[in-house]
């Protein structure tokens, strides 16, 4: 019915506008922000670059509301870099974003922790610090809870990317975030929600679900398959589905090439392989 096009055709045009005006806003904060001297706004503002290059590519190939959705999805995140950046730079962060489920459920670094991991050190931090310049602002991660926070290596980007956890990644995780039963991990309690409801997924897909799926070696769900609760918060704000994969980070940007450092943090880290 005629009704029924136009009603399309106008969901469309505000998905459109919607997506839009993030992506400017994003855009504007990236053009006005000076160029951050220490690393950890160096990085942030490298990592909201990144979610404006690929909201544009988003917004140029967007088609459906949904699609549009994600490109909103994907400025938001940018934006939640910038405030990081203003963080760092000792600058007001501005107004307060959307809220995201994911974000909730998984918490944020309430203190410093750092922990060893085949000979190699790393720190997650509530605060912007030389040693932990990765921010990540907190969501569901194929499944994993990952905190707000800044980190010294982005170690949870093998997923992003890949799709799954390696094996490296995983004891990373596991390492960090292991105290959260006895209260001293240093996370808040929205960190607890996301372990649990993991876990819960965990033993649904290890009893029978989707033909058991744990990956290799019973690694937390290697194949990412936890549906909608692994996406960035089903309301929409920074990322209603998630899809990092989905997403394209820079359309094939791929984080500078898809390999964190030679493709192994490090050389020969090789993050479980990818």
């Known amino acids: ?43 942030a503002l490298v990592d909201a670059s990144e979610r404006y290059n690929a909201a544009g590519g988003q917004m140029d190939r967007a088609e459906t509301p949904k699609q549009f959705e994600l490109a909103r999805e994907t400025a938001l995140e940018g934006l939640a870099y910038i405030r990081a950046a203003r963080t760092a730079m000792g600058l007001d962060p501005g107004p307060e974003l959307p809220p995201l489920a994911g974000q909730r459920a998984a918490g944020r670094i309430t203190r410093e922790r750092e922990v060893e991991v085949q000979g190699r050190q790393y720190k997650a931090s509530p605060q912007p610090a030389a040693d932990a310049p990765y921010y990540y602002p907190g969501g569901m991660v194929q499944g994993r809870p990952v905190p707000t926070g800044w980190y010294s290596e982005p170690w949870w980007k093998t997923a992003l990317v890949a799709g799954a956890w390696g094996v490296g990644s995983l004891l990373v995780f596991d390492a960090l975030f292991g105290g959260f039963h006895d209260g001293g991990g240093g996370y808040d309690a929205g960190f607890q929600d996301g372990v649990e409801h993991a876990e819960a997924h965990d033993g649904a897909d290890a009893s029978g679900g989707d033909g058991g799926d744990q990956g290799a070696s019973g690694d937390y769900g290697a194949s990412g398959d936890y549906g909608a609760s692994g996406d960035y918060g089903a309301s929409g704000d920074y990322g209603a589905s998630g899809d990092y994969g989905a997403a394209d980070y820079g359309g094939g940007g791929d984080y500078g090439g898809g390999d964190f450092g030679g493709g192994d943090f490090g050389g020969g880290g090789d993050f479980g392989g990818f």
Do not use: C, F, H, V
Request: proline share 7%; hydrophobic share 35%; no cysteine.
């Open 1 to 43: 019915m005629w009704w029924s096009r136009r009603r399309k055709a106008r969901e469309l045009a505000d998905a459109r506008e919607e997506a839009l005006r993030w992506y400017e806003r994003l855009g504007g904060q990236i053009a006005n922000l000076p160029p951050g001297i220490d690393p950890a706004t160096k990085q």
